[in-house]
T-cell receptor
Framework: TQLLEQSPQFLSIQEGENLTVYCNSS?????LQWYRQEPGEGPVLLVT?????EVKKLKRLTFQFGDARKDSSLHITAAQPGDTGLYLC?????????????FGKGTSLLVTP | DTGVSQDPRHKITKRGQNVTFRCDPI?????LYWYRQTLGQGPEFLTY????????KSRLLSDRFSAERPKGSFSTLEIQRTEQGDSAMYLC???????????????FGPGTRLTVL
């Protein structure tokens, strides 16, 4: 069961444009992670957010965790073709037996020159 | 390279055959996870090990699937009597559970793409 909803599902933009993708859930997560995945490869971790309202920046990428720790957004400034990929958000709960991540379906981003 | 590695990267098999995949986690990581990803979906959790103990299994893990981590280092995932519905990317991830850690960043391997004909 996918507890995280990501939007939009697909996004095609031109180099230099800005964009925001969203990750929403009805559940509270103790932390939320963003990954980028390229075709035929495993997801690569971009960032982990833990505190409600937290904002983290990674070069041109800005990640925000909602105050209630149920939603998150990723904003990319001046997108480049190298940003093309599948962006996945994943939330986790620290249970007695582990910390399985629940993933959204992802936002597929295409940045054209 | 100290990342998570998986072998093989691709596997094509006929329905009914058994397949086995291997995952080598980051060396100091004590937690190891298996996920499955089908086209258009995010990864779905299958099972989890802390050291050599298998502590959690998803409902997705039917009795045809078995995973081991015999010495708390590498892990294997075996699928018996494969079915076409088993075709997917099988991903392995590892993390470190520290004393003070309440969350664990999981680092993924490149995956094994399974195609069942």
């Amino acid at each position: 069961t996918q507890l995280l909803e990501q939007s939009p599902q697909f996004l095609s933009i031109q180099e230099g444009e800005n964009l925001t993708v969203y990750c929403n859930s009805s559940s509270v997560f103790s932390s939320l992670q963003w990954y980028r995945q390229e075709p035929g490869e495993g997801p690569v971790l971009l960032v982990t957010v833990v505190t409600g309202g937290e904002v983290k920046k990674l070069k041109r990428l800005t990640f925000q965790f909602g105050d209630a720790r149920k939603d998150s957004s990723l904003h990319i400034t001046a997108a480049q073709p190298g940003d093309t990929g599948l962006y996945l958000c994943a939330g986790g709960e620290n249970s007695n037996s582990g910390y399985a991540l629940n993933f959204g379906k992802g936002t597929s981003l295409l940045v054209t020159p | 390279d100290t990342g998570v590695s998986q072998d093989p990267r691709h596997k094509i098999t006929k329905r009914g055959q058994n397949v086995t995949f291997r995952c080598d986690p980051i060396s100091e990581h004590n937690r190891l996870y298996w996920y499955r990803q089908t086209l258009g979906q995010g990864p779905e959790f299958l099972t989890y090990f802390q050291n050599e103990a298998q502590l959690e299994k998803s409902r997705l893990l039917s009795d045809r699937f078995s995973a081991e981590r015999p010495k708390g280092s590498f892990s294997t995932l075996e699928i018996q009597r494969t079915e076409q519905g088993d075709s997917a990317m099988y991903l392995c991830a590892s993390s470190f559970r520290g004393i003070a850690g309440v969350y664990n960043e999981q680092f993924f391997g490149p995956g094994t793409r399974l195609t069942v004909l």
